[in-house]
């Protein structure tokens, strides 16, 4: 499959503009040439990957058998975003049934929504997709210099009229998203804005896998990026610093990917 890839390299400074502890301290990084995928893997590419292989995500697969797990947790399905209630404070619930053709779970659908980012894939089923394209996923250390895009620091991302440049959430998070940029969800890929290096939705939308594990011989990886779920005024973790660990074998309606290529290496 062909993909519109941008050329990169460089040298930056990685963790500039920090927030959180885990996202410093500030440190060079030289990046070696690499290609990136212009926007994040859709669900019609992930959907031809599927028809090419037959291959199944892991939440369309039996979980691991947890000691003590309620029944719904026993059942194949993914993580799925949930606005709190008084009666029940989680933000996230294990749907049985919600997997990358079904985001929010069996009443919902990917039908018509072909250009959207693929979510409710793990980091596995990334990188089964990225090794069927002849494709890698991102190192960090990539994502961050092309979400920088030669910039030290992103402005909040807002044009000069106050208009929204991203997807993520405007309004008092997690009770409502007021939709200013014209989305409460995921944005089909590509209709913000690019960056300098004419990458789209390096920031918002939806969380990206990286390469890198969180900590040594934990089953994490760091997720860059941020998302729709994303807020000013809770964590603001739309800015290229900003990282985030998730559980390789877990999805959810806010994750997905892109992918990379690197140069050939010399013939021996």
């Known amino acids: 499959m062909e993909f519109p890839l941008q050329a990169l390299a460089g040298r930056y400074t990685m963790g500039d503009d920090a927030r959180y502890p885990e996202e410093g301290p500030a440190r060079e990084v030289e990046v070696a040439g690499f290609w990136m995928s212009r926007t994040e893997v859709t669900n019609a590419q992930f959907a031809a990957f599927v028809a090419a292989t037959g291959y199944r995500t892991e939440a369309e697969r039996d979980p691991p058998a947890l000691p003590g797990a309620p029944p719904e947790m026993r059942k194949p ?4 975003f949930r606005v709190p209630t008084p009666d029940n404070s989680n933000w996230w619930a294990w749907i049985p049934g919600a997997n990358w053709r079904h985001p929010s779970g069996p009443q919902s659908a990917i039908a018509g929504r072909d250009t959207d980012p693929v979510v409710q894939v793990t980091y596995n089923d990334a990188r089964a997709y990225a090794r069927w394209a002849g494709l890698s996923l991102p190192s960090e250390e990539q994502w ?3 979400a920088r895009a030669g910039a030290a620091s992103l402005p909040e991302p807002k044009d000069a ?3 929204p440049t991203a997807n993520y959430y405007q309004g008092a998070f997690p009770a409502r998203d007021l939709g200013e940029d014209g989305f409460t969800a995921r944005a089909p890929v590509g209709c913000f804005p690019a960056n ?10 939806v969380w990206e896998w990286t390469t890198n594990e969180s900590r040594p011989g ?3 990886n ?3 990026g941020g998302s729709y779920l994303c807020a000013a005024n809770y964590c603001a973790r739309y800015r290229p610093a900003a990282r985030q660990f998730q559980e390789r074998d877990l999805g959810t309606d806010h994750i997905g990917f892109r992918v990379v290529r690197m140069p050939p290496g010399p013939e021996t």
């Open 218 to 220: 934990q089953p994490t």
């Open 222 to 224: 760091v997720i860059k």
């Open 196 to 205: 300098a290096f004419g990458l789209h939705d390096m920031i918002g939308n």
């Open 77 to 80: 399905g993914s993580a799925v």
């Open 144 to 146: 961050e210099f092309a």
């Open 161 to 163: 009229s106050g208009k």
